[in-house]
């Protein structure tokens, strides 16, 4: 028979908590550390009880994607305008001061949501880049739907046809991830080297041979990832046609 404790753990077990088990230990110990048993282990019980809420492996990555867009949304609803529309601090979000239309900067928003979640969970963005492209778009995990249908519906409410309003949506979606993806840690060789240039390891770096990288590669390491993020995406975007209208604030908005 089971001990009371360990029926009681299994009792108090639902999907939401075992989901934030398995992106505690990711963030923790890495992707390479999430098991079956590990996270059974960090919920004390047995592993066949997560079973039930997370059936595979492969269950469980769509899982931890379906995490990762739960806090997404749950930030945008947490900045959202009455209004529909965005909210914050940037001046340029209410598309007035700045003359920034206003799909534009609820996009702006959307991307500043994603890389918050992304620098709070470093470990799960490439499962969250690559794990969309294994699973048919019917079959991904409903928060991930639900952040593509409000960009899309960002766009139609702009007056984008719709062709040019995926080819923005491909170009949003693209940007945010490559930009997220050249992550700062990547060029530390040394984390607890004190030196700044032994950390990054330059000294590896033939200075004959590789005179741009080692120039460049200090710049790399201290770049503000969330600056660069808009700045880059403004660009991108000022390079889209503009849509006939924008009827972004019909009150029917996120």
Same mark, same amino acid.
């Not at 979640?117 to 880049?129: G, K």
């Not at 492209?133 to 991904?140: I, T």
């Not at 607890?192 to 700044?196: A, V």
């Given at each position: 028979m089971d001990e009371p404790d360990t029926r009681e753990k299994r009792e108090r077990l639902n999907r939401p908590r075992v989901l934030a088990a398995a992106v505690a230990l990711v963030d923790r110990e890495g992707l390479a550390a999430l098991t079956m048993r590990r996270l059974a282990t960090d919920l004390g019980v047995e592993p066949m009880a997560i079973y039930r809420y997370t059936p595979s492996k492969e269950? *469980? $990555?769509d899982g931890l994607v379906e995490a990762f867009f739960t806090e997404v949304n749950e930030r945008l609803r947490a900045t959202a305008d009455p209004r529909g529309g965005p909210s914050g601090?940037?001046?340029?979000?209410?598309?007035?001061?700045?003359?920034?239309?206003?799909?534009?900067?609820? $996009?702006?928003?959307?991307?500043?949501?994603?890389?918050a979640?992304?620098?709070?969970?470093?470990? *799960? *963005?490439?499962?969250?880049?690559t794990r969309p $492209?294994?699973?048919?778009?019917?079959?991904?995990p409903a928060p991930a739907l639900e952040l593509t249908e409000h960009i899309l519906a960002v766009l139609a409410r702009a007056g984008f046809d719709d062709a040019t309003a995926l080819t923005v949506y491909?170009?949003?979606v693209a940007w945010n *991830?490559?930009?997220l993806l050249v992550d700062k840690r990547q060029v530390v060789d040394d984390p607890?080297?004190?030196?700044?240039l032994l950390r990054l390891g330059l000294h590896r770096l033939p200075a004959a041979e590789y005179p741009r990288l080692r120039a460049l590669v200090p710049q790399l390491a201290e770049y503000d990832d969330e600056q660069e993020l808009i700045a880059g995406l403004d660009s991108l975007l000022s390079g889209?046609?503009?849509p006939p209208l924008d009827s972004f604030y019909d009150g029917s908005a996120r």
């Open positions: 269950a *469980l $990555l601090p940037d001046p340029a979000a209410s598309g007035d001061s700045c003359g920034v239309p206003a799909w534009r900067a609820e $996009l702006r928003r959307i991307a500043r949501a994603f890389a979640s992304v620098h709070a969970h470093r470990e *799960l *963005l490439p499962v969250v880049a $492209l294994a699973v048919p778009v019917a079959r991904r491909r170009a949003f *991830l490559g930009c607890q080297e004190p030196d700044f889209m046609p503009e």
